[in-house]
């Protein structure tokens, strides 16, 4: 079957710095994404990988290892905004759906 | 419209109720996904549409939920007769071109559904 896991829930300060870290065991791969989820709202896309190697946008980073099957977001300079869930998610064949990870809550501290 | 759009945005059925729920995708876009997200779960694909045509349907739980997308904007996620463990929230996404060329989904906000 299809196995994607992260954390249930992480704790960090605002103003340092957090990685989330994402495995994955899928038959097949052509990308693996990252959303950013607020209680009660639509997810909305943070980031994309399919090569491996760090990608960075901003205060957001990704990084791929399709060898290992694993990837993380890298959050910086936190914001109490950045409180959500972030849900890691692969995308197997060329027109499959993406297979969602079951998120991970990240709650930052003041 | 400026965004992914899904109406309602909460529905409360009494088991056995058949129940339809709405998605407007964004104007011109070509592919248009159904999630199902239970709580504090991730989003599980349910269908998949380029254009008018369903060419994934893999994901559907059961024959009770059936989707359509007839003029390829404007999709409905039917599910016939409830039961309870179809309490979740059902999101909607949509993308500008065909999904194979790994373009990001623009999500909906969902509609909760509550079956009692």
């Known amino acids: 079957g299809q196995n994607i896991d992260q954390p249930t829930e992480m704790t960090a300060t605002e103003g340092a710095i957090v990685q989330i870290n994402c495995t994955y065991q899928?038959?097949?791969?052509?990308?693996l994404f990252w959303y950013q989820q607020h209680a009660g709202e639509a997810p909305t896309f943070l980031s994309y990988n399919v090569l491996d190697g760090l990608e960075e946008k901003g205060r957001f980073s990704s990084f791929l290892s399709r060898s290992k099957g694993y990837s993380y977001l890298l959050l910086k300079e936190l914001q109490m905004k950045d409180s959500a869930s972030y849900l890691c998610?692969?995308?197997?064949?060329?027109?499959?759906?993406?297979?969602f990870g079951k998120g991970t809550h990240l709650i930052i501290q003041p | 419209g400026a965004g992914v759009s899904q109406s309602p945005r909460y529905k409360v059925a009494k088991r056995g109720q058949d129940v339809a729920l709405r998605c407007d995708p964004i104007s011109g876009h070509v592919s248009l996904f159904w999630y199902q997200q239970a709580l504090g779960q991730g989003p599980e694909f349910l269908t998949y549409?380029?254009?008018?045509?369903?060419?994934?349907k893999s994901g559907l739980p059961s024959d009770r939920f059936f989707a359509e997308r007839p003029e390829g904007s404007v999709s409905t996620l039917k599910i016939q007769r409830t039961q309870q463990e179809d309490s979740a929230v059902y999101l909607c996404?949509?993308?500008?071109?065909?999904?194979?060329?790994?373009?990001?989904?623009?999500f909906g906000s969902g509609t909760q559904l509550s079956v009692l």
């Open positions: 899928t038959s097949g791969f052509n990308g």
């Open positions: 549409f380029q254009n008018e045509a369903q060419l994934d």
């Open positions: 998610a692969v995308k197997r064949g060329g027109a499959d759906g993406l297979t």
């Open positions: 996404a949509s993308s500008l071109e065909g999904w194979i060329y790994n373009e990001k989904l623009f």
